[in-house]
């Protein structure tokens, strides 16, 4: 464990404070708990896809052209593949 310094304004201190007392735990305790619900709150993001998480109608174009390559490959056309619209 680590032992860290933060700086809070008084308001922010003042509800921690109160919100460690209403949930029968220490301040380091209700920090952590934040923490952890931020967390489970906000997972990360898959290092490829997160890239185009801003910018979805990209990965809509480029799944069209893969599906698009895939109904075009000449297996596909052996097997009778055919793409659904």
Known sequence: ???????????????????????????????????EKLAQENPPKDRILGMFADDPESVDEMLA??????????????FGYTRKN
């Open 65 to 78: 052209e893969v599906m698009k390559d895939r109904a075009a490959h000449p297996l596909n056309q052996k």
């Open 1 to 35: 464990m680590e032992k860290i310094e933060i700086e809070l304004e008084s308001p922010t201190l003042w509800r921690a404070r109160g919100m460690a007392r209403d949930n029968n735990c220490t301040l380091d305790e209700i920090i952590a708990k934040a923490i």
